[in-house]
């Protein structure tokens, strides 16, 4: 099983990212390896139904309680899990801060399971041999360099690029294109 560090995203990060999805009250937002749950309570405020799966106990609790603190629990859970042991084919929209090899590892289940038109973002770690619609750098509060990646399924991964393209993929990739410019 490969395993991560907790490392909190700053705060402007998650302004930023979730900015980036574009999130929308129908959106159903994942958060991979939602630590203290912060994320995924910043995501619920935005009015999507938000969804932290964390693999520690003491964390997932820790989320849990936050989720019930700013009283979202109508439209925000976590799931204590392995996430590569998770269902994510309802997701809309992704964010990911885990390291390069673990979202290459991840890169074949998103190609698998989630629909055409799921918007990723991932922070300073790519996910290697897909091509990101928008790259945006800012400075954190600490003066580090920090890095969102925004993938859509249909568009960034590989196997866009030989699968045979629908009208309905087309609909799907503009509507979600149109905010993100």
Not at 72 to 99: K, Q
Request: with cysteine.
């Amino acid at each position: 099983m490969i395993r991560a560090p907790f490392i909190p995203s700053p705060r402007e990060a998650i302004k930023k990212a979730l900015e980036l999805l574009c999130l929308r009250k129908d959106d159903v937002f994942y958060d991979l390896g939602c630590g203290n749950g912060e994320v995924v309570v910043e995501a619920a405020k935005k009015g999507a139904t938000a969804v932290g799966i964390e693999i520690d106990p003491y964390l997932a609790e820790v989320a849990r309680e936050k989720i019930r603190e700013n009283h979202l629990s109508d439209r925000a859970y976590i799931i204590e899990a392995n996430f590569f042991l998770v269902d994510l084919s309802n997701a809309t929209a992704i964010y990911s801060y885990l390291y390069r090899s673990i979202n290459e590892s991840l890169a074949p289940k998103f190609e698998k399971e989630l629909r055409i038109g799921t918007r990723i973002v991932t922070l300073d770690f790519p996910i290697p041999d897909w091509i990101p619609i928008r790259v945006e750098r800012f400075m954190d509060s600490m003066n580090r360099v920090r890095t969102l990646f925004l993938y859509i399924i249909g568009i960034s991964n590989p196997s866009s690029l030989t699968r045979e393209p629908r009208i309905y993929d087309y609909k799907r990739i503009l509507r979600i294109t149109r905010c993100i410019q």
